[in-house]
């Protein structure tokens, strides 16, 4: 929508309609004073729930002149912008924001910023309620429209979310030296065609071509910058506390899925204690099979739910115990007690294209050659390989419904052991 600079100004003169709307904007020392964010908030939920829109800042929407936004003041806007969306709207609004550079009528290059606002999989609840577009306007939805409107997102999420159009991001997010290693000599020579046969790209209803779900976790560089939420939160504490006076180490691992669950299974080994016995010979003792470790981690990147918008995969680590959290409940008809009986994906895609991705760590992780196998022998691996070093079965507890929370404890050495 509006591809190009030149068609969003030529939309611009044509004014306010039903995916296009335009703001002025007025501040206070650093802060954005007008509109509301209650108001801003509304328009934001009400094109969300109707279809494909742009919102520009920095247009005035009577006289259609651009005004611009004074650069010192970008960030400020553009913060006020993401805060309206996760903290005012539910569930959250992810929308792509950009700083244009324009022409004005006076001649003067000014800046605007663009939000692409994609129709959502949702139905959103602002401030002032529950809003949908008609014409230039918004309107409160009556118990007519939300019934049908539910009845839709309801039919929309039998495709699976992580097959879902991401229509903000730009086709070229996907770098071929990260899809790359998924081709064989049985793909199709043209790129775009292979990447829409494998998912990677896929059409919105308007039939626009732009990357997926999957294909943004799996084939751009930086996943957060389109899926906020798509990251580990990794920690390790001193004691057996979550206290932040504690903290040994920290860091928030983003990148292609695959990099993540490499990374993350690294900050693991790299946190975790190794004792030496020494008698009769030297054999180390390490807190946790990293087998286990890695099977855990790659579950919770392959089967969270990654429409949960604000929700994160947390990796905790003290001194006697891992713990995983994974955003979403467990799928399908499963069951904390089936969870080592049975196999079932949320993501099926992910975990295919996970399945396909080469085995990056060699040492004290198992045999396996790719990422992801296909078998269902993640969770007997965690459960079997960490009771053995510690003597206590691993234990998955489920959070309100909506969080599978897994903790591995740590292996104690005998008494009188040394540390390394």
Same mark, same amino acid.
Request: charged share 25%; net charge negative; proline share 5%.
């Given at each position: ?52 829109? %742009? ?7 009577? =006289? ?12 400020? %806007? ?32 000014? %800046? ?74 049985? =793909? ?85 204690? %190794? ?43 003290? =001194? ?10 467990? =799928? ?89």
């Amino acid at each position: 929508m509006f591809d190009t600079t030149d068609e969003l100004l030529r939309q611009i003169q044509l004014g306010e309609d039903s995916s296009l709307e335009l703001k002025n904007l007025e501040y206070k020392n650093n802060q954005v004073s007008g509109p509301h964010r209650n108001s801003m908030a509304d328009e934001l939920a009400a094109m969300a729930n109707t279809a494909n829109s %742009v919102v520009v800042l920095g247009v005035d929407d009577k =006289s259609r002149t651009i005004t611009g936004i004074p650069e010192e003041k970008l960030d400020i %806007v553009e913060t006020w912008i993401r805060n309206i969306c996760n903290d005012l709207i539910e569930p959250p609004l992810f929308c792509r924001i950009r700083k244009i550079h324009v022409m004005a009528d006076d001649e003067i290059k000014r %800046v605007i910023i663009r939000i692409d606002v994609p129709k959502s999989l949702f139905v959103h609840r602002s401030p002032g309620g529950q809003f949908h577009r008609i014409g230039s306007s918004k309107r409160q939805m009556s118990q007519e429209v939300l019934a049908r409107l539910f009845q839709q997102r309801s039919q929309t999420r039998i495709i699976r979310f992580d097959e879902q159009a991401v229509t903000a991001a730009p086709q070229n997010c996907l770098l071929k030296t990260l899809w790359g290693k998924f081709k064989s000599h049985l =793909s199709p020579d043209d790129d775009d065609e292979f990447l829409l046969k494998l998912k990677l790209l896929t059409q919105d209803e308007d039939g626009k071509t732009c990357p997926s779900v999957s294909g943004i976790l799996m084939a751009s560089e930086n996943p957060m910058e389109y899926i906020t939420n798509a990251f580990i939160q990794a920690v390790s504490y001193r004691g057996t506390e979550r206290n932040a006076a504690y903290q040994m180490d920290a860091t928030d691992i983003n990148g292609p899925l695959d990099i993540q669950i490499t990374e993350a299974s690294k900050f693991v080994q790299k946190n975790m204690r %190794v004792f030496a016995i020494k008698a009769p010979a030297r054999k180390d003792i390490p807190q946790y099979s990293m087998q286990a470790v890695f099977e855990a981690i790659v579950n919770a990147v392959a089967h969270r739910d990654y429409s949960i918008h604000g929700s994160k995969i947390r990796l905790h680590m003290f =001194s006697d115990r891992l713990e995983i959290f994974s955003p979403g409940t467990i =799928s399908n008809t499963m069951t904390i007690d089936s969870l080592a009986l049975r196999q079932s994906a949320r993501n099926e895609l992910i975990t295919s294209l996970l399945a396909r991705c080469p085995m990056p760590l060699e040492e004290d992780y198992g045999e396996r050659a790719f990422i992801m196998d296909k078998r269902g022998e993640g969770v007997p691996i965690i459960l079997s390989k960490s009771e053995i070093l510690s003597g206590k079965k691993p234990v998955y507890y489920l959070i309100d419904d909506s969080e599978l929370m897994l903790t591995i404890f740590a292996a104690t050495p005998p008494a009188g052991e040394d540390e390394e």
